[in-house]
């Protein structure tokens, strides 16, 4: 077996449940998750379809899921705000502040 073909895909994957374990709160962690495996369907297809090895396109789907998803609320893009002291906060509809990690 070639474990350098494995390395990229491997260290996506990482990447990707680190991404998703990073969520503050169950629902988050969940929608994440989802996201991200949304991610790895698309891209295992799109990584079959062109080509090219639909391990590594999972992986790689996984990891713009979970991002993606984790950018997003609601369909809309957050607001990103800075505090002024280097950290950066967005708002939800309910006026609460939650930390960009």
């Given at each position: 077996m070639n474990t350098s073909r494995l390395t990229a895909p491997l260290?996506?994957?990482v990447a990707a449940a680190l991404t998703v374990g990073?969520?503050?709160?169950?629902?988050?962690?969940?929608e994440d998750g989802r996201n991200a495996a949304v991610g790895a369907v698309g891209g295992?297809?799109?990584g079959a379809v062109?080509?090219?090895?639909?391990l590594t396109g999972a992986a790689i789907g996984a990891v713009a899921g979970a991002v993606i998803g984790r950018l997003m609320v609601d369909g809309?893009?957050?607001q990103v705000y800075s505090d002024g002291r280097g950290g950066r906060y967005?708002?939800?509809e309910d006026g609460r502040r939650h930390t960009v990690r």
């Open positions: 260290l996506i994957a990073c969520a503050s709160d169950s629902r988050q962690r969940r295992a297809v799109i062109t080509g090219g090895d639909a809309r893009e957050r967005w708002v939800d």
